[in-house]
C-alpha cells in the first residue's frame, strides 16, 4: 500500500484515510462474518462503511464521509483498493497482518513494542488488562497473538479518534466480532484518573505526555501488574 493509493480514493486526506481503513475493516468484516446484515450487492461506499458504524460506532467511517458530496468519492478508485485488500486474504492471515494494514490505511504511525515482556506476561485465561492510551490495542493486539487462551476483558484507552478506531479494531480482531464497543475506553486530556475496575495487567504503551509518565501511570491506575510495553 502506498500514500499514492490512498491518495486516489478522496482529495482531502482525512476522508480518504477513513475510507481506506473502512474498506480494510469491511473486508475482514465480511470474510469473519462480523456484519449481522451484509451490504447487498452494488451498495455505495458510503452505504456499505455506515453498516460497520451501525454495529461499532467507533469506528467513526461513517460520520466522515457523511460530510462530503459522494459525487466526490473515486469509485474506479475505491474497486480497485477494495480488490487489492481481498487479494490480501486478511482473514487467512494472524490479526497482527490486518491490524497493522489498518493502521497504514490510516496513516497512524505507532512505536515499537517490547515483544519478550509480553510474550512473558502472566495471563490467566480470564485475566483482565488495560492498554494506556493512545496505542490504538497494537500491544493489546500483540498480547493476545503470544496468549491464544485468553479471554478475558482487554480495556484499551483512546483520547483521539485514531486510537478509537485502531481500538475498535482491535477488540474485534481478539473477540472476532465487531460488537465490541465496551472495550475502548475514551480518555481526554484532564481526565488522567480514569474510572477503572482494578484489573490483572495493565499495559503502559504510547502514553501521551498529560496522562503521566510511567511511574505516575503505574501508581494510579488499580493494576496487580504492569509490563512497558
Known amino acids: 500500500m502506498t500514500p499514492e493509493f490512498v491518495a486516489a480514493l478522496h482529495p482531502d486526506d482525512p476522508v480518504a484515510r477513513a475510507i481506506a481503513f473502512g474498506l480494510v475493516v469491511s473486508d475482514l468484516a465480511r470474510a469473519r462474518g462480523w456484519l449481522t446484515v451484509p451490504a447487498h450487492p452494488g451498495a455505495d461506499t458510503v452505504h456499505a462503511l455506515d453498516m460497520l458504524d451501525t454495529q461499532n460506532p467507533l469506528l467513526q467511517v461513517g460520520p466522515v464521509l457523511a460530510r462530503y458530496k459522494p459525487g466526490t468519492i473515486d469509485p474506479r478508485a475505491v474497486a480497485d483498493f477494495a480488490a487489492w485488500v481481498r487479494a490480501q486474504r486478511l482473514e487467512r492471515e494472524p490479526p497482527l ?7 497504514l490505511a490510516l496513516g497512524a504511525e505507532l512505536p515499537g513494542v517490547v515483544l519478550r515482556s509480553l510474550r512473558e506476561a502472566e ?13 490504538g490495542g497494537y500491544a493489546t493486539t500483540f498480547l493476545a497473538t503470544y496468549h491464544t487462551g485468553w479471554r478475558g476483558r482487554a ?5 483521539t479518534t485514531t486510537a478509537q478506531r485502531l481500538g475498535a479494531l482491535a477488540s474485534a480482531l481478539r ?5 465490541t464497543t465496551g472495550d475502548v475506553v475514551r ?34 491506575v488499580p493494576a496487580r501488574h504492569a509490563i512497558l510495553a
Open 123 to 135: 495471563l490467566e485465561a480470564d485475566s483482565t488488562t488495560f492498554e494506556t492510551p493512545d496505542g
Open 175 to 179: 473477540s472476532d466480532t465487531l460488537s
Open 155 to 159: 480495556l484499551i484507552g483512546a483520547s
Open 97 to 103: 497482518v490486518a491490524y497493522e494494514l489498518a493502521m
Open 187 to 220: 480518555i481526554v486530556e484532564g481526565d488522567s484518573h480514569p474510572a477503572l475496575p482494578t484489573i490483572d495487567l495493565l499495559l503502559i504503551y504510547n502514553p501521551p505526555a498529560w496522562f503521566g509518565n510511567p511511574g505516575d501511570v503505574r501508581r494510579r
